[in-house]
């Protein structure tokens, strides 16, 4: 019974051209659609530095963070965290863990959770293992927000709002200012998600824009812009105590090992230095933008996470398949990760990437938009 039923499923995701495989990334192949924003993560000459610095770490941490897994070097990151953010600071193993582990710990079925309709599959998990009742504001849609607010904000012991700054599939990104004024208007707990702004904005959106103080829990997954592996998470001590004590996917699970540590003390130790990187991206960004505005197409993007939306499952991987031929990487999104009919082709700039690149791309774009349909 199981296997049949898993295998019509399967069927129907091949009948509607969303079959997922898993592929090695053809090296010949420019890839634009790495998360690496900064170009950290494949930087030969950063890599050089650091192991000549860490020569001979340890691979595993063999143990839990309450065992042996807080070893010196993982202290020492949540030190040299905590004097950036002036904050309490607490290191999951990655981004989906820490999401969902702030959520699941702290929302019960006294809570109401009112979350932005797109937020990450980490914050939707921890929402559903909190039992807490949740409420959906339309994407990026803070008058809806008040609206559930004003509705809501009587009836329950507790509300948490969540947000991310910028968002993975469309590119756009929260008015972190406005939404601070409404918690101060309704008192909420707020979380807020900087996987795809950390590294972009330095130390991240809310650091830069010294929003820190207003955010109850500010997480900061490290897999993206941070070029590595792990998460920040930044709260009060009391959370932070209480996560050490209660928290399921922070307690029960093998610490990282001192390698991926090492490179994120690293990071953090230079991330003022690569103002150069940060400035260069500005430009592909706004590049980018003006060459999609010449061709004509279609995003909600602001930064550089640029989603070109195509619709239709077929048209997409006709489309993928060319820039393939071309020798572009590039991965079409589809549902269940974006709404149905609204699948895409999502790139992210990096500075590994030059300007020629970019140019050369938008117009394969172009000529692919207007011949496949
Ligand atoms: C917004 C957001 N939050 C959290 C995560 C999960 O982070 P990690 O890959 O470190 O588990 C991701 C990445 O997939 C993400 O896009």
Redesign the pocket.
Known sequence: MLKEKIKKELENFKDENRFRKLTILNQDFLNLSSNDYMGFGNNALLIEEFYKKYPNLALSSSSSRLISGSYSLVMKLEELAENIYKKPVLFFN????C?CCVIETFCDEKTLVISDKLN?A?IHDGILHSKATLLRYKHLDLSHLKILLKKNKDKFENIFVIS?TIY?MDGDCVHLEELISLKKEFNFSLVI?E??SFGVYSYGMAHSKNLIEHIDFLTI????GGGS?G?YLICNQLYKDYIINKGRKFIYTTALPPINIAWNIFILEKMELFKDKRQYLIELQELAHSLIKKYNMNTLSTTHIISIIIGDNERLDKITNYLKEKKYFVYGVKEPTVPKGTSRIRIGLSPSLSKDNIIDFFQELNYALNTFF
Do not use: R
């Open positions: 990655s981004g989906f863990d999401n990450h980490s991310e993975s998600d996987a795809h997954p490290l897999g993206k592996t998460s």
